[in-house]
């Protein structure tokens, strides 16, 4: 069964600084891994999605990697701003990591 | 023009008794899924929908039943709630496509509070 976890589970940075997080999964089969955005009492915002067959991808200040040899993918905000701040989620297909809550100090 | 809404949005209720929460997707998408937030803000699957067939049937009591009346609508059903079902309850809605590239786009959830 797949398993995905996220380290470290919050992050605290001062604004203007690039943001890298993590995700691990552990079964190298993946189907897809998706990164999403979520707020305080919100539902899930979709950033990212990396097929099987790609190795990364990107949207604006947004690049998330995959290596499924090593079941990683790493989400990179570049430039962050407090508006970054929120919890990060990443999914390999239906199995979710627990999050990884960041603070963009002004 | 939401693409994907739940009803209803906060749901207080006794223990014992029995509530639904319903969903709706109009992205046209043939999969629906249904995901429980825990209070230590873990997302686990519950159960997922193709085309009105369940997929996906993780453990979960059977006090919770799914159902799909059409592509567009997948509800769900709990009885006899107990404590622990208080819960924030997402559905979520993707298009398969057999190539990876089934984005989910979740609703915004039904915060469940059972007293």
């Known amino acids: 069964k797949q398993e995905v976890t996220q380290i470290p589970a919050a992050l605290s940075v001062p604004e203007g600084e690039n943001l890298v997080l993590n995700c691990s999964f552990t079964?190298?089969?993946?189907?897809?891994l998706q990164w999403f955005r979520q707020d305080p009492g919100k539902g899930l915002t979709s950033l990212l999605l990396?097929?099987?067959?790609?190795r990364e991808q990107t949207s604006g200040r947004l690049n998330a990697s995959l290596d499924k040899s090593s079941g990683r993918s790493t989400l990179y905000i570049a430039a962050s701003q407090p508006g970054d701040s929120a919890t990060y989620l990443c999914a390999a297909r239906t199995s979710f990591g627990a999050g990884t809550t960041v603070t963009v100090r002004a | 023009d939401t693409a994907v809404s739940q009803t209803p949005k906060y749901l207080v209720t006794q223990m014992g008794n029995d509530k639904s929460i319903k969903c709706e997707q109009n992205?046209?998408?043939?999969?629906m899924y249904w995901y429980k937030q825990d209070s230590k803000k873990f997302l686990k699957i519950m159960f997922s929908?193709?085309?009105?067939?369940?997929?996906i049937n993780e453990t979960v009591p059977n006090r919770f039943s799914p159902k799909s009346p059409d592509k567009a609508h997948l509800n769900l059903h709990i009885n006899s709630l107990e404590l622990g079902d208080s819960a924030v309850y997402f559905c979520?809605?993707?298009?398969?496509?057999?190539?990876?590239?089934?984005?989910?786009?979740f609703g915004p959830g039904t915060r469940l509070l059972v007293l």
């Open positions: 990396i097929q099987s067959s790609q």
């Open positions: 929908y193709n085309n009105k067939e369940l997929i």
């Open positions: 079964d190298s089969a993946i189907y897809n």
């Open positions: 979520a809605s993707s298009q398969a496509t057999g190539r990876g590239l089934e984005t989910q786009y």
């Open positions: 992205l046209g998408h043939d999969t």
